[in-house]
């Protein structure tokens, strides 16, 4: 059903054939703002279950690409592909959350009114019609869900609390926490771990290494701090001016003469 | 069915009950009485016009209330509710009109008098089925639904937000008002459509008619109420909520802002077409100076003025600046507009939250001070 629904790429050979496999098919993507390409022909692949960490300096364009794969931003030219023939770049936001992309933003967002359990409640997946939403009621197992939810991401006693104030670092679990709650088979984290404690990092790494472990989601996971990056041991895209600079081990790209080059340039 | 009347009883707390009993007790019971049982001569009366005044602060208080709907909880600040109230006034002018019948200066048993005046030989197509009182009920709300889903539609599709979307609701029912002057439209241009004879049978002119529109605004008002608690207190509510504070959050979650909003939009001008259909046979009268944008205006007021995202803010806010409104033009007609422009001011600068704001900020503070005094005691003791 899901499929008819979706717009396809029906070209005989071309994207298709090598986003065969992938979970995300990134090609030749370029984003300009008036004129300046944040994106210049971004290329990159996902295989399903991979974590995928993403680094580069500021300005890279790794948020514009997130935005690009989340329908935020419309690229100017490129293929942005999810599960092989989807097409993103014809859908919306809310379209591409239901298909199964989640993310976490750089600036925390969550909806500082509503409790910590009704931010949970709101990202539960569930019907998002608007009928089906007003006479939602909450089943003992989505509410044993989301207590569940609350422990794994260690806000259990603080669900009645205002988000609004929470912690920079809280508030960065929390929507993890929403993100968990969606259920989704992509995971976009950008600087999952900003604004965090030692401690709270080493818990978010855990999290993070801990949601990669069964292979039946695939994350990417934008950060600066190089010892975060490190504990998630994943392969690590470089990001410089819209474009890879570097792919490999973290040891690999930080022996890359090139991206020291531009680490150290500035 | 019966998990959603579950759901109603659990829409609010005993407070809220309680409340809705004693607004009850003083609408359904108090004012009747004090209306019809206490003679005429006693200080406790109640004239007749006190009774229709109430009744048209119930009908502010409902399109309040359909305000606050779609700006307190969806962040919508929508200035043209008084054209979904003023279409909604129409429908039920245009099924008075034809109740007249042959009883009109003209005599002319099809055609309204302002008709025959402007030489015109037969009904336009469009007021065809007023003269069923099922009709006209249902059009006041299905038109100013109509218009606002339309509307609601084009604008929020295109991501049409804050300031941008309440001028071009200004823009609406400033068109409107336009149109409705012009006689050609055939609702009565500037005069709009008056002299009405009678409702559902029911002579215009009794004090019983009156008592009974009086009570049904009441009853209305109480029901449109416990609606706009139910949805609040739903999921849909803090769905709307999460719209009003970080709209384009909600998207990457999967809901989509547009569809919602346009529910809220749509739902809340059907509210405001009732009220209009119940302020119209009460005040005799109806003309398109209610599409004026000055009064789309005014209906933010009241809502900033009880109280943003409360309901019974909306409610408390539409009564203090109708009551203020009906006071001061009897007082000093000149000053109105002036009191009205500081009182926004004021509003919006000194007490975001408004009346409801201000009790539960006093309350806090006499409680913090109660505490206080009861520890010196406690101390000095
Ligand atoms: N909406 C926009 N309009 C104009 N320029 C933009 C816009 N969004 C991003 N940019 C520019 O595009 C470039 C890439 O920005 P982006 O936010 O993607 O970088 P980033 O890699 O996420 O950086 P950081 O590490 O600081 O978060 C920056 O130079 C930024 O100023
Ligand atoms: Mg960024």
Known sequence: MLDDAMPTIDMPAGPGVLAAGSILYLDGVTVSFDGFRALNSLSLVLAPGELRTIVGPNGAG??????????????????????????????????????????????????????????????????????????????????????????????ADKARQQAGSLSHGQKQWLEIGMLLMQDQRLLLLDEPVAGMTDAETEATAELILDLARDKTRSLVVVEHDMEFVRALGAKVTVLHEGSVLAEGSLDAVQANPKVVEVYLGR | MTSFSARLLTCGNRRLWTGLAVGALVFLVLVPVLNLAVPVDSALHLPNYMVTLLGKYLCYALLALAMDLVWGYCGVLSLGHGAFFALGGYAIGMYMMRAIGSRGVYGNADLPDFMVFLNWQELPWYWFGFSQPWFALLMVVVIPGALAFVFGWLAFRSRITGVYLSIITQAMTYALMLAFFRNEMGFGGNNGLTDFKDIFGFDLALPSTKMGLYLASAVVLGLAFLLARFIVTSKLGRVMMAVRDAESRVRFLGYSPTAIKLFVFTLSAMLAGVAGALYVPQVGIINPSEFSPANSIEIAIWVAVGGRGTLIGAILGAFAVNGAKTWLTGAAPELWLFLLGALFIIVTLGMPKGLIGLWAQSKARLFRRSAVTEEKEARHA
Not at chain 1, 86 to 104: F, N, P, W
Not at chain 1, 135 to 154: D, H, K, M, P
């Open chain 1, 62 to 155: 790794k948020t514009t690409m997130m935005d690009v794969i989340t329908g935020k931003t419309r690229p100017d030219k490129g293929d942005v592909l999810f599960d092989q023939n989807i097409d993103l770049t014809r859908l919306d936001e809310s379209a591409i959350a239901t298909l199964g992309i989640g993310r976490k933003f750089q600036k925390p967002t969550v909806f500082e009114h509503l409790s910590v359990f009704e931010n949970l409640e709101l990202a539960l997946k569930t019907n998002r019609s608007t009928l089906a939403t007003l006479f939602f009621r909450l089943s003992g197992q989505q509410a044993e869900q989301i207590a569940a939810t609350l422990q794994r991401v260690g806000l």
